[in-house]
């Protein structure tokens, strides 16, 4: 268990559209300098204009009753701006074709079942039009690789929607190993994060009466062996030294303390291990497999959201918990994996004699002897092109996926006892290679091969005898033959190489007039790799529109300095780079201003959103979804705490001054010429507050500034809780990308 990389996906605040890449090769020759990231340079300042809202009834504090999720008001202001958009959008005819392609395309039973494999069976979490919300279903490894696969439902969620009266959104399931038979199941309300934990015995196929189950609450919850578990949640009010009665959770929402709770016996009986602070950004409960079976309660106190301390509970014999003993590692590193007696460890930041974007091992009885690491050893370390893309354990061997700018591939490493050795693997390259499901007790992996042209394959690869063989493969949902891509690299403000991929009909002509739709998230890490999107190729590509893809700083595309290189106070240069990747478009003629449109979700609807208040001429149409606007309040909006670490502190007198200068809800300007933008949200979104797009769209409508909204009820952060609202928003962005960027509208 990557424990603490765990919570960085709990809170990450990303949907993220990928792309492939297809290098040019005149251009691709500037890549050599694509990552002197210039950290050090000055940010170029831009003209900065202090706006005042002091017009009676147009203040933030009159925009404070949005914050109110449901509150009255507030859903009435929605329901009028949904219906005035939704009227409009739904009324072009395009809608519903689109709409129909798009569900197709979601419910077809072609798409690829993606599984875990567990104890020799495949489970597989499927939906199409007759399981809206979802089944949880197992086959045989033989049957799943036949062309006509049998499949044994283990839980149906519309029938257990259905049979209890609620909305439950599947949010997946922890299961002990090695029989996988009692299973924590995880349940939203209408897609939230925060989840009830019920247990589950997979052959009775029943929730186990008086098992383990929990409240609603954002957490963890690992097991520690057939009777026990360790579990961080809302615990209530709670007493932590001087502090009497305080809330379990951190401010940021997630839970402050980690229990031991044993069958049997009541939640708030359990054993406290240890707690945080409230500033922390979460106490998280774990466990980490060692080779000889046992369970180690690992636990990771993330001080922030890059920085945290990773403590391990020894337990006796009789399986009484000893005093803890903090791992001597960075504060940004993610614990890993243990393989072979080696814990594995990803640096984010310089350690000893290695560099950051590393990732080493150590012995972890060399650690439990005494707490301390004596030696560590290189698995991998990335050139300055180069970063890693996730990795998994098998029972033989560690597969890690890697891309040299932004393309794929995939290598297997084995610890002889002394020295880790490793050689590439064969899969398809210019593309995306990801590792899939890994089991550190099976030697059967699964790795996914794509481009933005090539539809998904998934391959099985014996670890331990080396066979590969096709799984599954996606259909060409759109007709790529006579389409490109190409790889780009436009010149930021201080003269780094960001790269971007354009993908277009090979007979484009370059005169500026093509509809063009430029995706970007800028933020946490996150690498936009090579991807197969059906739903772009139909709804986009095939009518005429370019998409271009660009892999800003922030992102984890090159490395940890990568990402880096944009925190805090010098998050202008993601948008900087934004805004070259968008000049460098119109020089080349692939579109202008009137035909190009923004798109981003989550800190990518931030992106979009500082892109419609500082660089306005450049776009016609902008879709801001589940975005964050408002960076005065995020902080104390829901999970928005957690983030300080990303964007720095409002309350910090040099970052909050920063943060004013950048914060779209503050920067709207009565006088502005600003695109037609669409917000989208989700009602029941618990991570980013539905706020922040509500009192954007509040303050343009002040302004007289026109402006699309649509709020989902249900669907939580991904804005969509099932497959015909997905289709939905799709074809609805989709109308309103063409209205803008073809037709003028």
């Known amino acids: 268990m990557n424990l603490t990389s765990f919570y960085k996906t709990a809170l990450m605040i990303g949907t993220a559209a990928v792309v ?121 490894l033989d049957s799943y690789l036949s062309e006509t696969t049998e499949w044994e439902t283990i839980l149906d969620f519309d029938k257990l929607s259905a049979d209890e009266g609620k909305n439950r959104v599947y949010k997946g399931n922890t299961c002990r190993a090695p029989d996988y038979e009692k299973c924590i199941v995880n349940l939203s309300d209408g897609g939230k994060d925060a989840v009830v934990r019920r247990e589950f015995n997979t052959k009775t196929k029943q929730f186990i009466e008086d098992g383990f189950v929990t409240t609603e609450s954002k957490g963890t919850i690992s097991w520690v062996d057939g009777d026990t578990v360790v579990v961080g949640i809302d615990f209530g009010l709670q007493d932590y030294d001087d502090e009497k009665g305080v809330s379990s959770l951190t401010d940021s929402g997630y839970p402050r303390e980690a229990r031991l709770w044993k069958r049997g016996t009541k939640i708030e009986d359990a054993q406290r291990l240890g707690f945080g602070q409230a500033s922390d950004v979460g106490y998280w409960a774990g466990t980490l497999d060692v080779a000889d079976g046992r369970r180690e309660i690992v636990v990771s106190r993330s001080l922030d959201f890059y920085n945290s301390e990773v403590y391990h509970f020894p337990r006796d014999e009789d399986g ?180 971007y991929f354009v993908v277009r009909a090979k007979n484009t002509k370059m005169d500026g007039t093509n509809p063009t739709l430029l995706y970007g998230y800028g933020g946490f890490e996150i690498s936009l790799n090579p991807s197969y999107s059906a739903t772009r190729g139909k709804l986009w590509l095939e009518n005429g529109g370019v998409y271009v893809l660009a892999n800003i700083r922030g992102g984890g595309e090159y490395g940890p300095n990568w990402h880096q290189a944009g925190l805090k106070t010098n998050r202008q240069r993601i948008y900087d780079d934004f805004i070259a990747v968008a000049e460098n478009l119109i020089e080349k003629k692939i579109t202008s201003p009137a035909h190009l449109g923004v798109e981003g979700g989550s800190n990518g609807g931030l992106l979009t ?120 928003r799709l074809a609805l962005q989709h109308v309103y990308l063409m209205r803008k960027l073809k037709d003028g509208k």
């Not at 460890?345 to 707490?371: I, M, T, Y």
């Not at 970063?387 to 002889?416: P, Q």
């Not at 949902?477 to 003269?495: K, L, P, R």
């Not at 776009?619 to 606007?629: G, S, W």
Request: proline share 5%; hydrophobic share 35%.
């Open 320 to 499: 009484s918990i000893k005093a803890a003993r903090k791992f001597p590692i960075p504060t940004k590193s993610n614990l890993g994996s243990e393989f072979k007696g080696q814990i594995l460890l990803a640096l984010n930041e310089d350690w000893r004699r290695f560099k950051s974007g590393d990732l080493v091992s150590f012995d972890f009885e060399d650690f439990n002897s005494d707490g301390k690491i004596s030696k560590v050893n290189l698995i991998y370390s990335p050139d300055e092109k180069s970063s890693m893309n996730g990795y998994g354990a098998t029972k033989s061997k560690i597969l890690l996926a890697t891309s040299t700018d932004v393309k794929g591939s995939v290598h297997e490493f084995d610890w002889d006892g002394k020295n880790w050795t490793s050689q590439p693997l064969d899969f398809p390259a210019n593309g995306a290679v990801n590792v899939g499901a890994t089991n550190d007790k099976e030697d059967v992996a699964f790795i996914s091969s794509e481009s933005f042209l090539t539809p998904d394959t998934l391959w099985t690869y014996n670890t331990k005898s080396g066979e590969k063989a096709k799984a599954k493969s996606l259909p060409d949902w759109f007709d790529a033959s006579n389409m490109v891509s190409e790889q780009f690299f436009a010149t930021s403000t201080d003269g780094t190489q960001v790269p």
């Open 20 to 140: 492939m890449a297809c290098s040019d090769k005149s251009e691709n020759q500037k890549s050599t300098d694509v990552v002197k990231v210039a950290t050090n340079q000055k940010i170029k300042t831009r003209p900065y204009k202090m706006i005042s809202y002091d017009t009676a009834g147009q203040t933030d504090a009159d925009h404070l009753y949005l914050e109110e999720v449901l509150g009255e008001p507030a859903l009435k202001q929605v329901k009028t701006w949904n219906a005035r958009s939704l009227d409009e959008l739904k009324a072009d005819p395009r809608y519903q074709t689109y709409y129909a392609n798009a569900l197709e395309i979601l419910q077809s039973k072609d798409k690829i079942p993606y599984v875990s494999y567990r104890n020799g069976e495949v489970h597989n979490f499927w939906q199409d039009e007759t399981h809206v919300r979802g089944v949880w279903r197992k086959s045989t």
């Open 609 to 728: 959103g500082v892109m419609t208040t500082q660089r306005p001429d450049l776009f016609n149409a902008a879709i801001i979804a589940v975005p964050l606007l408002d960076m005065q309040r995020f902080h104390t909006l829901l999970a928005g705490a957690s983030w300080v670490g990303e964007y720095g502190s409002p309350e910090d007198p040099v970052e909050g001054k920063f943060l004013r200068q950048i914060s779209p809800y503050h920067n709207l300007d009565p006088q502005g010429d600003y695109p037609e933008v669409f917000l989208i949200t989700s009602t029941k979104d618990d991570r980013v507050h539905p706020a922040h797009a509500r009192k954007f769209a509040k303050r343009m409508e002040d302004q007289g500034h026109d402006f699309y909204y649509y709020e989902n009820i249900d669907g939580g952060h991904s804005a969509a809780a099932n497959l015909k609202e997905t289709a939905n």
